[in-house]
């Protein structure tokens, strides 16, 4: 059967007017139960705010003017599918012309509703608490499928509307197959956080752990099969034509398939590491690389591998992995130690953050690789606390700022609801080149008009966030606020669903 578009809308609406996570469970798990096998995994992905396509080269400005709405609905979700294939595949001379005609042709066939909600998929701006959680325990509940069976086909394949089609189509049989494919990015392993190496060594009782550096580059996924390699995001993006220098130092590897997880950087002279924003816009694009690369060369870390001499070694001990990253590669380790004193990870972290570097991640060298979930066995180490928030809003500068977009309002992810929370404002940090570059940035990302001299924006954008501690205050929703918040640096590399959740801001909280 056709799911009609009508029917993701109204499921969408009735996920977003509730905070209660079982009831948005509920709502998804009976569309999916609805909806024919064939069409699961997209309805799942709308859902989840995705593009199988990934890109439709549609932007803000091309829906800034939408055609009059259709009085009743007739769309269905394979039909808005076939048209986004038919969006991305344009390109080429009169490659603009012909997505023009179709996103008239689509949206003039949508209803209000569904142009809204059209809108906010295609512009990466659907905010409806349907998180990637919410939309796996609803898969789990549609097709009576273990939480763990579910999780694990989703680490290996990737994306979770991928393992929404297969369990719709062959049930809990289909995922227990899913197996890691070269070739093929799976999610990452995240870390944890923790204030100090001692609060991260305790996580672990006095079991050895593997310390590694935290290095400030980008997250990069290398999978090489017949001697063929390909670069991968920590959001699963394909950058193998930026990084030829990643390329080159995997392709130089012995053996044969691999799959490797690492950071790719720019080091400055001396070796300490330049700033993020460096390596981002390094990393950022194609264009003229071979003169970017002379110019600002990349460095290629790795800190773990999930394949090589023909094993999968996701379920291996950390231990076990380290061992065989040192004999395949050990010009190309991070900074890491192998201990079980806490004290010598202090030293060692200490040692990382006077060479420049963020800090450390330390490791439970008995855990296996769980992709995908921030657990207890990888806690990262940072010598201040920081916050990865989400902008909300932006206040019109005044005396020597006027004329640009000054103080941003900082929001922290609510899990419950799905949207965000505001904790707190700031200007700290600022640099005139950073000023000039956020005015831009959130004027492209301003939802509706100046309120006076404060500006909404679509939650989007990231930012990295240094405090001193958080205490209670009434001021802001969260009943929070932060001390003495300055800004480190945007976050290009980390989507709105990624921040920190208000309760781990709340985690940080310095009086009572």
């Not at 009576?144 to 062959?170: N, Q, S």
């Not at 799976?186 to 204030?195: F, G, N, Q, V, Y």
């Not at 950058?239 to 790719?264: H, M, Q, S, Y």
């Given at each position: 059967m056709d799911t009609a578009l009508a029917d993701l809308v109204a499921t969408s609406r009735e996920v977003a007017a509730t905070r209660s996570r079982t009831a948005k469970t509920e709502a998804i798990a009976a569309l999916l139960t609805r909806a024919g096998a064939d069409e699961v995994g997209t309805v799942v992905a709308f859902l989840s705010g995705v593009l199988p396509q990934r890109r439709l080269g549609v932007g803000h400005q091309s829906l800034r003017s939408l055609p009059e709405p259709a009085p009743d609905s007739s769309l269905t979700v394979a039909e808005v599918d076939a048209a986004f294939d038919r969006l991305a595949a344009a390109a080429g001379s009169g490659s603009s012309t012909?997505?023009?005609?179709?996103?008239?042709?689509?949206?003039?066939?949508?209803?209000?509703?569904?142009?809204?909600?059209?809108?906010?998929?295609?512009?990466?701006?659907?905010?409806?608490?349907?998180?990637?959680?919410?939309?796996?325990?609803?898969?789990?509940?549609?097709?009576?499928?273990?939480?763990?069976?579910?999780?694990?086909?989703?680490?290996?394949?990737?994306?979770?509307?991928?393992?929404?089609?297969?369990?719709?189509?062959?049930?809990?049989?289909?995922?227990?197959?899913?197996?890691?494919?070269?070739?093929?990015?799976?999610?990452?392993?995240?870390?944890?956080?923790?204030?100090?190496?001692?609060?991260?060594?305790?996580?672990?009782?006095?079991?050895?752990?593997?310390?590694?550096?935290?290095?400030?580059?980008?997250?990069?996924?290398?999978?090489?099969?017949?001697?063929?390699?390909?670069?991968?995001?920590?959001?699963?993006?394909?950058?193998?034509?930026?990084?030829?220098?990643?390329?080159?130092?995997?392709?130089?590897?012995?053996?044969?398939?691999?799959?490797?997880?690492?950071?790719?950087?720019?080091?400055?002279?001396?070796?300490?590491?330049a700033p993020f924003q460096v390596t981002g816009a390094r990393t950022a694009s194609s264009a003229d690389v071979e003169r970017l690369r002379a110019e600002v060369p990349l460095t290629t870390y790795l800190f773990d591998v999930l394949r090589a001499d023909g094993r999968d070694l996701v379920d291996a001990p950390a231990r076990e992995r380290h061992e065989v990253l040192i004999a395949l590669a050990p010009h190309l380790v991070v900074p890491r130690l192998l201990t079980d004193d806490a004290d010598a990870a202090a030293t060692f972290f200490d040692d990382l953050v006077a060479a420049g570097h963020e800090g450390v991640v330390v490791k439970d060298a008995d855990a296996p690789y769980a992709a995908g979930r921030r657990g207890s066995g990888w806690v990262k180490v940072k010598p201040t606390h920081t916050l990865d928030l989400v902008v909300l809003a932006v206040e019109q500068g005044s005396g020597r700022r006027r004329g640009w977009l000054s103080n941003i309002h900082l929001g922290a992810r609510d899990p419950e609801s799905g949207g965000f929370v505001m904790v707190g404002k700031t200007f700290k940090g600022m640099t005139d080149e950073m000023l000039r570059w956020q005015t831009e940035r959130f004027t492209d990302l301003a939802d509706g008009p100046a309120d006076g001299y404060v500006v909404t924006v679509r939650p989007e954008q990231v930012v990295e966030i240094a405090i001193d501690g958080i205490q209670r205050s009434t001021r802001y929703p969260g009943g929070i606020a932060l001390r003495f918040a300055r800004v480190l640096r945007y976050r290009d590399d980390k989507r709105p669903d990624e921040v920190d959740t208000i309760d781990a801001v709340r985690s940080y909280s310095t009086s009572d």
């Open positions: 012909a997505r023009r005609a179709e996103l008239v042709s689509l949206l003039g066939a949508a209803t209000a509703d569904e142009q809204r909600f059209l809108r906010d998929l295609m512009t990466g701006n659907l905010r409806q608490g349907a998180l990637d959680g919410v939309v796996q325990a609803a898969v789990a509940r549609a097709y009576e499928i273990p939480d763990a069976v579910v999780r694990r086909a989703i680490m290996l394949a990737g994306f979770t509307h991928v393992v929404a089609g297969l369990a719709a189509r062959g049930g809990q049989p289909a995922l227990e197959d899913v197996r890691l494919v070269v070739g093929r990015p799976l999610r990452p392993m995240l870390a944890a956080s923790a204030k100090t190496t001692a609060e991260a060594a305790d996580t672990f009782a006095g079991a050895e752990m593997l310390v590694d550096g935290k290095l400030d580059g980008i997250r990069v996924q290398v999978h090489r099969l017949d001697g063929a390699v390909t670069v991968f995001t920590r959001s699963l993006d394909d950058i193998t034509d930026r990084v030829p220098e990643v390329v080159e130092a995997v392709a130089a590897l012995p053996g044969g398939d691999l799959v490797l997880d690492g950071e790719a950087i720019v080091l400055r002279e001396g070796g300490r590491p």
